[in-house]
């Protein structure tokens, strides 16, 4: 099993950076998917998550508005669209896919909003 991400990188304040996350080892299909982020001293927060058919998403009140979580399951890839990025979004972002007590995560990809 593995869950790629990558995407990460410099964002500027306002910018936008768009994460990827390409799984394999599992039927990502039957997956829910979701994104979390891991800031310096803080705990692990989730972001977003996508439900496996892609019908259903949820957003933390922090990003909604500005981050759009998305799939395709053909290419078993999530994704994690960051647009009027904040200096507060810097953080390490995983990807997880979860189904009932099943639970894999990704290593994690550096995003910095800095100017």
């Known amino acids: 099993v593995q869950l790629v991400e990558s995407g990460g990188g410099l964002g500027q304040p306002g910018g936008s950076l768009r994460l990827s996350c390409a799984a394999s080892?599992?039927?990502?299909?039957?997956?829910?998917m979701s994104w979390y982020r891991q800031a310096p001293g803080l705990e692990r927060e989730l972001v977003a998550s996508?439900?496996?058919?892609?019908?259903?998403?949820y957003y933390a009140n922090s990003v909604k508005g500005r981050f759009t979580i998305s799939r395709d399951n053909a290419k078993n890839t999530v994704y994690l669209q960051m647009n009027s990025l904040k200096p507060e979004d810097t953080a390490v972002y995983y990807c997880?896919?979860?189904?009932?007590?099943?639970?894999?995560w990704g290593q994690g990809t550096q995003v910095t909003v800095s100017s």
């Open positions: 080892g599992f039927t990502f299909s039957s997956y829910a």
């Open positions: 997880k896919g979860n189904l009932f007590s099943t639970a894999y």
């Open positions: 996508i439900s496996s058919n892609g019908y259903s998403t």
